[in-house]
């Protein structure tokens, strides 16, 4: 998946208490996402979030 031609295949994905997860954002590289995971995460709002790669498949839909 691309925004202005740029690939983002990193994605931040937060999940609630209930098992709801929704996607925060996307990134070029991994580093990028974790960083932004690692500080959403150091807030403390009873969320767990995570890092996923977005399979070449999915993004080309």
Request: glycine share 6%; hydrophobic share 35%; net charge positive.
């Given at each position: 998946?691309?925004?202005?031609g740029v690939v983002?295949?990193?994605?931040?994905?937060?999940?609630?208490?209930?098992?709801?997860?929704?996607?925060?954002?996307?990134?070029?590289?991994?580093?990028?996402?974790?960083?932004?995971?690692?500080?959403?995460d150091r807030r403390?709002?009873?969320?767990?979030?995570?890092?996923?790669?977005?399979?070449?498949?999915?993004?080309?839909?």
């Amino acid at each position: 998946m691309s925004d202005n031609g740029v690939v983002l295949p990193w994605l931040v994905i937060r999940q609630d208490d209930n098992g709801n997860r929704y996607r925060v954002g996307r990134y070029a590289t991994r580093a990028e996402a974790e960083r932004v995971a690692d500080r959403l995460d150091r807030r403390g709002q009873q969320k767990l979030y995570t890092v996923e790669r977005v399979s070449r498949r999915a993004a080309s839909s």
